[in-house]
């Protein structure tokens, strides 16, 4: 059963620590997205990849959010330092580019920052 | 660039009831359409896509919905809801030469016996 794979589930952090996020897509899935969830903005494209390469990260706040793909199975989302405003459900999905054009999304890794 | 706006932020509906949740978007080249449904504390899950040729979708669970050009609509629908409907649904577009997918808002839906 091929599935986008988050870890951690759930991060609870304090102000100013840093934070990492991972992500594993589904093997053979070349176009990788990282979402962001909240209550106020609902979801938020924050960057995505194509075949490693970034291709749009201007959702992500520069000075503290940085995102990689250090190889084909793994993709990962930094913050530091990290602040309160950064509390969210994180998403990462995963894909192949058109004509097969739907992102499969994992099950979110849910930061608190406190 | 694209938009899409989902136009009801909340629809309570009873049990066996008929269901519709309105999906409009923009853009100046062809596009591809999603529905997702998102479960408490879950990820999204696809429920169904347009990407050519019959306008009228059917996806998992009983839903269905139907691409409208000239109104830049895809609303979907679903005749009879359960209880277990009870979720956030999220209308999604992508125009067709980039990988970029873009969400509305969602819909919670709440579905009452």
């Known amino acids: 059963d091929a599935r986008v794979t988050q870890t951690p589930r759930d991060k609870v952090t304090e102000m100013g620590q840093e934070v990492t996020m991972r992500c594993q897509p589904i093997?053979?899935?070349?176009?990788v997205f990282w979402y962001r969830q909240t209550m106020m903005q609902g979801l938020e494209l924050l960057a995505y990849?194509?075949?490693?390469?970034?291709?749009?990260d201007s959702g992500m706040p520069k000075d503290r959010f940085s995102a990689e793909m250090p190889d084909a199975t793994l993709a990962t989302l930094k913050i530091q330092p990290s602040e309160p405003r950064d509390s969210a459900v994180y998403f990462c999905?995963?894909?192949?580019?058109?004509?097969?054009?739907?992102?499969?999304f994992g099950q979110g890794t849910r930061l608190t920052v406190v | 660039a694209q938009s899409v706006t989902q136009l009801d932020s909340q629809v309570p509906v009873f049990e066996e009831a008929p269901v519709e949740l309105r999906c409009n978007y923009s853009?100046?080249?062809?596009?591809?359409l999603f529905w997702y449904v998102q479960y408490p504390n879950q990820g999204l899950q696809l429920l169904l896509k347009?990407?050519?040729?019959?306008?009228l979708v059917k996806g998992i669970n009983g839903f269905e919905a139907e691409f409208n050009k000239s109104q830049t609509s895809f609303h979907l629908r679903k005749p009879s809801v359960h209880i277990s409907d009870t979720a956030e649904y999220f209308c999604?577009?992508?125009?067709?030469?980039?990988?970029?997918?873009?969400f509305g808002a969602g819909t919670t839906v709440t579905v009452r016996a």
């Open positions: 999905a995963s894909g192949l580019g058109p004509p097969n054009t739907e992102a499969f």
């Open positions: 093997l053979g899935h070349n176009t």
């Open positions: 990849f194509r075949n490693r390469a970034p291709l749009d």
């Open positions: 853009s100046s080249v062809s596009v591809y």
């Open positions: 347009y990407l050519s040729g019959s306008t």
């Open positions: 999604a577009v992508r125009v067709s030469n980039d990988y970029k997918l873009s």
